[in-house]
């Protein structure tokens, strides 16, 4: 007797391994199962950039949705005009999210001052200095990875994921072994944005 749950874990499982170029052909021939797969292995990555970025669930949310559709017009494109160089689904899907949150952020730039959290009354109300205070220093923060070159920002918000050295090279399109510097550079230049953007000293 087959065991149905098996045999879709096993399927999963070929899909997964396939090359990425593989998965771009699969998904251009409309494969539901090989996007699906893509879709499952990088989501959470894709989704963390976004939130991190932006700071707004929904909207990170909308925006993931929009790379994921992207991809797929991306694949039926590249089937199109039979483009034969190797990809990398993860690094391109990094890229692109990390592409759309820089727009989101140019198009609300004037209403940053509009989003800022006006602060309530704290009497009778323990604990909402603290609130307000860590609600202002993510604002801060947001503000200023806004600042930075954008692939400064990338850099730092994958290493705060928790992506290898390996990964944000890819992603960012750079050297493997110039990681390092590139991260002691952008952390360097997002403490005194921060500064700014916070009015404190670090």
């Not at 409309?30 to 996007?35: P, R, V």
């Not at 072994?177 to 404190?200: I, N």
Request: hydrophobic share 35%; net charge neutral.
């Amino acid at each position: 007797m087959v065991d149905v749950n098996s045999s879709e874990s096993e399927k999963d499982t070929a899909v997964t391994a396939l090359s990425d170029n593989l998965l771009l052909e699969r998904i251009s021939q409309g494969d539901t199962a090989s996007f699906e797969a893509v879709f499952y292995t990088h989501y959470d990555r894709v989704y963390g950039l976004l939130f991190r970025l932006l700071g707004n669930r929904a909207e990170a949310e909308d925006l993931t949705q929009e790379v994921f559709l992207q991809l797929h017009h991306h694949a039926f494109r590249r089937r199109l005009f039979n483009l034969q160089r190797e990809h990398n689904i993860g690094a391109w899907l990094y890229r692109t999210a990390t592409n759309r949150g820089y727009n989101a952020i140019r198009g609300r730039q004037r209403r940053w001052q509009r989003n800022l959290i006006l602060v309530p009354d704290p009497a009778g109300s323990p604990g909402v200095d603290k609130e307000v205070e860590q609600r202002e220093q993510a604002t801060a923060v947001r503000r200023a990875l806004a600042r930075l070159p954008q692939r400064q920002t990338q850099l730092l918000l994958m290493r705060q994921m928790g992506f290898s050295y390996e990964e944000c090279a890819q992603a960012c399109g750079v050297a493997p072994g110039s990681v390092g510097t590139l991260l002691a550079r952008a952390t360097k230049a997002f403490k005194q944005v921060y500064e700014e953007e916070s009015g404190v000293s670090q």
